[in-house]
């Protein structure tokens, strides 16, 4: 428990709060740089059972932002590889599960089951709503993030109370090849997205449920906007008629 000891002695949290962290099991869909400093800040927190999910391998280009992925990562391994040994390395008291898969409507139960929170670090909007129908039909809570250049989005997904990502983007924008990003803005995004886990697990603190955070760390114009449920949203309407 000395590893553990700082947050421990947080105001509520103690070893009650701890247990449910190793007690839990969270999904990180996209291990770029959303999910590497998410990842890394739930092993130090002790999350029990960390998934790891992407298809792809670490490029040089990467390497601004994925701070799981090194020079010696490219060519060799998958990004949920190289980021899975070495939070194993960084926490051996967890488990770590990689997995290299492009998830879709069909294989992604069996990649995700376990969790119960999953981390949208995904960078395409049509991954996102693969996980969005995913999450609604097994009632999983998920933490929608999304950053590009020095600003970034962040909401907490609760199916049946909060909005869905569909509720929010009914047009998402089409998937960019090549998009301007600063390192700390993944950083950023990509640690609150963990935050936000950790407090739901443990029930501490306010989630970002039906808020979205927007943030712009170039000129600091940080707020929150209440969302609301959409009438008539086909993702929600699949939940109702369940
Ligand atoms: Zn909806």
Redesign the pocket.
């Known amino acids: 428990m000395e590893r553990y000891s700082r947050q421990v002695i947080l105001d509520g949290f103690g070893t009650e709060k701890q247990k449910d962290l190793s007690g839990s099991t969270v999904g990180i869909l996209g291990v770029g740089g959303l999910g590497c400093p998410a990842a890394m800040y739930l092993a130090g927190a002790g999350i029990g059972k960390l998934i790891l999910v992407d298809s792809q391998s670490p490029e040089e280009s990467n390497l601004n932002r994925q701070i799981l992925h090194w020079p010696e990562d490219i060519g060799k391994r998958s990004k949920s590889e190289s980021a899975s040994w070495k939070l194993k390395q960084f926490n051996p008291d967890i488990s770590v599960i990689e997995k290299t898969i492009e998830v879709n409507n069909h294989n992604i139960k069996e990649t995700l089951g376990d969790a119960d929170i999953i981390l949208d670090c995904t960078d395409n909007f049509s991954t996102r709503m693969i996980l969005n129908d995913y999450c609604i039909n097994s009632d999983t809570p998920f933490i929608h993030a999304a950053v590009e250049s020095w600003h970034g989005q962040i909401t907490a997904i609760i199916p049946k109370i909060t909005?869905?990502l569909?509720?929010i983007f009914p047009n998402p924008p089409p998937a960019k090849k090549v998009f301007p990003i600063l390192g700390p803005t993944a950083g950023i995004f990509g640690s609150m997205q963990a935050s936000e886990a950790i407090k739901i697990l443990t029930d501490l603190g306010d989630v970002l449920s039906s808020k979205l955070l927007v943030g712009d760390i170039q000129y600091n114009q940080w707020d929150i906007i209440e969302i609301k449920?959409?009438e008539n949203?086909p993702?929600?309407k699949q939940d109702q008629m369940k």
């Open positions: 909005p869905c569909k509720c449920k959409r949203c993702a929600c």
